[in-house]
């Protein structure tokens, strides 16, 4: 068990996240960093008929060439929101327990919130919640360098990154595509919850190889 653990905001993060987070007595979340594309601060991985699908929330960056990820704004002049759920609905309408959480993650989703950071904030605090996880979470007050320290994740999670997270390997279980893909991993806590139900936590913890 870690005293507390760093990770970056994320949407819909992948399960790496959560197997951390439930060996954790608290998660500090980075608040003032500068943005960083193509990262999981605003996509998330499912898995569809196809392979991988990434979901992208749209953002505002401003007039700066940086612009710290507390004031990145999301962008509702599209329609992204309705092509999210329409994606998870179609890659996990035959998913065990596709009918006991998509309501909760379809309202995630179209919850209206000015910033990104909050947004994604209350969707982990959502699938907390539904996979049994107490773990508080807060906002960092300041910038730490990165120092190398263990509990340290913000930048190791990373769909750029394929080196393992130390102390972790997904423990594999049955996907809608298992015939067609076998275990696909790295994927959202979405695949995980849809798949495994209240049996998730186990399969969170049985991945940490401390």
């Known amino acids: ?11 819909f993060p992948p399960s790496v996240c959560f197997s951390l987070t439930s060996a954790a007595e608290k998660v500090v979340v980075e608040r003032w960093e500068n943005y960083h594309k193509q990262t999981y601060r605003n996509r998330c991985v499912i898995l569809g008929a196809n392979g991988p699908i990434s979901l992208v929330v749209p953002v505002i960056r401003g007039s700066f060439h940086k612009t710290a990820i507390r004031d ?3 962008d509702d002049m599209l329609k992204w929101r ?3 759920v329409r994606s998870i609905i179609s890659a996990y309408a035959m998913a065990p327990y596709f ?3 998509i309501d909760i993650i379809e309202n995630a989703i179209n919850k209206k919130c000015r910033y990104l950071i909050d947004y994604n904030h209350n969707i982990t605090e959502q699938i907390n919640n539904c996979i049994g996880l107490s773990v508080p979470f807060v906002f960092s007050e300041e910038f730490t360098p990165v120092t190398g320290r263990t509990n340290d994740y913000r930048y190791s999670i990373s769909p750029k990154i394929k080196t393992p997270v130390e102390g ?3 423990k ?4 809608v595509f298992s015939d067609k893909f076998g275990f696909t991993p790295g994927l959202s806590i979405i695949d995980t919850l849809l798949n495994n ?3 998730t936590l186990a399969i969170l913890r049985e991945s940490l190889v401390y």
């Open 1 to 11: 068990m870690q005293e507390e653990i760093f990770l970056s905001t994320a949407y």
């Open 82 to 84: 309705t092509i999210h």
């Open 72 to 74: 990145l704004l999301v």
């Open 168 to 170: 972790y390997s997904e």
């Open 172 to 175: 594999p279980y049955l996907q």
């Open 197 to 199: 139900g209240p049996g």
């Open 99 to 101: 009918e006991y959480y």
